[in-house]
């Protein structure tokens, strides 16, 4: 535990030694679910076969942890402001490793689901607490700064992720993916547990908005059940699941409005930068969930690679954000977030229009690797001035709210994104097993994809400011 002479939240400066410890376990932690999203998305051919899967059942494998995820991840920041970030952080990590176990023992898809689930509920209670861990500790002026050092270092186990992970697959199992978490989550337990200062927000109380997290949980999750089922023929079931998303949807908002301690503050949009980030964010990050999930499909499916070479094929995407993005953070700082958070989303559009040709006609390094640059070159320059720009833009106190509803927003997003996709490009039941009708998906879904992106940096441009982060020169309207 922090002892007494622990620094106080928000003074904390990078290149002390509380600094790096509070780095490294947020760096640890987060990155020990973004390896496990990367293998995954590399697994789930192999667990295809293996468990006798269909598309519909892959397509709730990658969701049933985003559902849990996006739906409650805004009571764990909530949580976290209330309890402690630390203490409530750490309880995610534990839950999370127990939940990877689950996973690794699965002996079917529905087992392998539910285990997702419960992977989601822990990843609701430590992926927030690591930003706002990061926001509520370090001084302004490192802020952004700390959040690219976060993102390039979480970067690295996304990059050893799909390559590491897809040579598991081959030499030994798709399991050993998810049994990875497990010594991984020890040491996060044992750096923080010990290292790291707890912060909370001294005007939180004990009262949650359960009803609010029940309410968007299952709007989240009937339309989410409605754009899976509707690949399958699913008649009156998506007809009803429909109704429900909508009522739940308008219920929810309704509620929020209403209650006097809301899971999801409508004050935080109030904020002009804070919607305008989050707008980009579902734009951005629904188009990498989508374009991820084809492009792993496409490269196993139709042009024969095995798991480490579909893997490797995207490493220099994940290359390239970890060595970029401390310096776009830094960059964001001196010249704000606009014009980094409107150039990225576009530079990774025009990757995603190159990799929608990707047929097998041409050498990895002609049809692959240059769209895969221009994306990670553009991921480098989006995610840390968009996270930043989100937190800066909500008090200190509401670090882990704020931090909370961009991640839901993400992960909303590509919920939808990997639910909505494959049925909107005529995608079924084993098709992902048949080349050339897989390829033909395929093409129609990256060129969406590439359109959510420009989108995304149209939204930044038109509504965030120059000088929307501390210590940038004030500006005029974003317009």
């Known amino acids: 535990m922090t002892g007494a002479g622990d620094p106080a939240p928000s003074s904390l400066a990078l290149g002390t030694p509380g600094g790096r410890w509070l780095l490294t ?5 987060s990155g020990m679910a973004f390896l496990d999203g990367t293998a995954v998305q590399v697994a789930l051919p192999a667990l295809g076969r293996d468990l006798d899967a269909s598309l519909q059942d892959l397509q709730w494998v990658v969701n049933g942890y985003t559902l849990p995820l996006a739906a409650l991840i ?21 839950w999370f490793a127990a939940a990877s176990l689950l996973c690794g023992l699965a002996q079917t898809p529905g087992q392998l689901i539910a285990a997702r689930a419960l992977q989601g509920v822990g990843g609701a209670l430590l992926t927030p607490g690591s930003l706002a861990l990061i926001q509520a500790s370090f001084r302004p002026t490192d802020r952004a700064t700390a959040i690219g050092v976060w993102s390039s270092l979480s970067g690295v186990a996304g990059l050893v992720g799909p390559f590491v992970g897809g040579a598991l697959i081959d030499l030994v199992s798709w399991r050993l993916v998810f049994l990875l978490n497990v010594p991984v989550a020890v040491v996060v337990v044992a750096v923080a547990g010990r290292h790291v200062p707890e912060s909370r927000d001294p005007r939180a109380h004990g009262r949650f908005d359960v009803r609010g997290a029940v309410l968007g949980a299952v709007a989240l999750g009937a339309l989410t059940y409605a754009l899976i089922t509707a690949g399958e023929g699913g008649g009156a079931a998506v007809v009803a699941a429909t109704a429900v ?45 989508g374009s991820s999930l084809f492009l792993v499909l496409q490269l196993q499916g139709s042009l024969g690679y095995g798991a480490t070479e579909a893997g490797a094929a995207t490493l220099p995407t994940i290359l390239l954000i970890t060595l970029l993005s401390p310096r776009a953070g830094a960059l964001s700082q001196r010249i704000g977030p606009r014009i980094p958070m409107t150039a990225g989303p576009l530079t990774v559009a025009v990757g995603t229009v190159l990799l929608a040709g990707v047929d097998g006609s041409a050498p990895y390094w002609v049809e692959i690797l240059p769209g895969t640059v221009l994306q990670g070159l553009g991921m480098a320059l989006t995610v840390a001035p968009l996270t930043a720009t989100v937190l800066g833009a909500a008090p200190d106190t509401q670090a882990g709210i704020a931090s909370g509803v961009n991640n839901a927003v993400a992960r909303a997003a590509q919920l939808l994104a990997v639910a909505a996709l494959p049925v909107a490009v005529g995608l079924s039941g084993d098709d992902y097993a048949r080349p050339d009708v897989l390829t033909d998906g395929f093409r129609l879904a990256m060129l969406a994809c590439a359109a959510l992106f420009a989108l995304g940096g149209a939204i930044a441009w038109a509504t965030i400011r120059r000088d929307a982060l501390p210590g940038v020169p004030r500006s005029g309207p974003a317009h």
Do not use: C, K
Not at 25 to 29: M, N, S
């Open 245 to 289: 998303a909508g009522v739940t949807a308008v219920w929810f908002v309704v509620h929020e409005r209403r209650v006097p301690d809301p899971m999801l503050p409508p004050s935080l949009f109030g904020e002009r930068q804070f919607t305008g980030a989050n707008l980009s964010t579902f734009a951005v990050y629904g188009a990498l969930g």
């Open 74 to 94: 805004l009571l764990g920041g909530s949580l976290g402001d209330r309890y402690g970030r630390r203490r409530v952080f750490l309880l995610g990590v534990i």
């Open 25 to 29: 376990a947020a760096v640890l932690a």
